[in-house]
């Protein structure tokens, strides 16, 4: 093997890894786990507005929608790597400014209930989180690339 073999060799190594990078942020951020899972953000935290049997059932269906969503996503991707801390410290700043969102909605919603005399403020509030969820996963997406690609 000469040096421009091994020079080729490395730069086809690069190349697989950045597509193998781009895949995972990919597979992170599909649509369809996108939608599931902002569906399943307003079904559990509008649960609570239901009566007392009800509320449980749903908020675990809720829940149940949001784990089966992330099993299906691991199992489904073409792609597996093991998270790093940065990752994981991604994911929990997303889910902390997430329930920080749902507090600061609910807290308007509430102010709602109070001016306009809106029924089930928490549903409004899921609603407006889980629209929010939505209309943030594009700057998160390239956000979480950016992390990807520097680990």
Do not use: C
Not at 90 to 95: L, P, Q, R, S
Request: hydrophobic share 55%; proline share 4%.
């Amino acid at each position: 093997m000469n040096a421009n073999d091994a020079r080729a060799a490395l730069a086809d190594v690069q190349r697989m890894q950045e597509r193998t990078r781009d895949e995972y942020v990919r597979n992170h951020f599909a649509r369809p786990y996108l939608l599931l899972t902002a569906f399943g953000i307003f079904v559990a935290l509008a649960s609570s507005d239901l009566p007392s049997p009800w509320n449980t059932v749903v908020f675990l269906l809720g829940e149940g929608l949001l784990v089966g969503g992330a099993v299906m996503q691991r199992r489904r991707a073409a792609v597996r790597r093991k998270a790093n801390a940065a990752e994981g410290m991604y994911v929990f700043g997303a889910a902390a400014a997430l329930i920080a969102a749902y507090v600061a909605f609910n807290i308007v919603a509430s102010l709602g209930v109070l001016s306009f005399g809106l029924p089930a403020p928490r549903t409004f509030a899921a609603a407006a989180l889980a629209l929010l969820f939505l209309a943030v996963a594009g700057p998160s997406r390239r956000l979480f690339g950016t992390l990807v690609r520097r680990t």
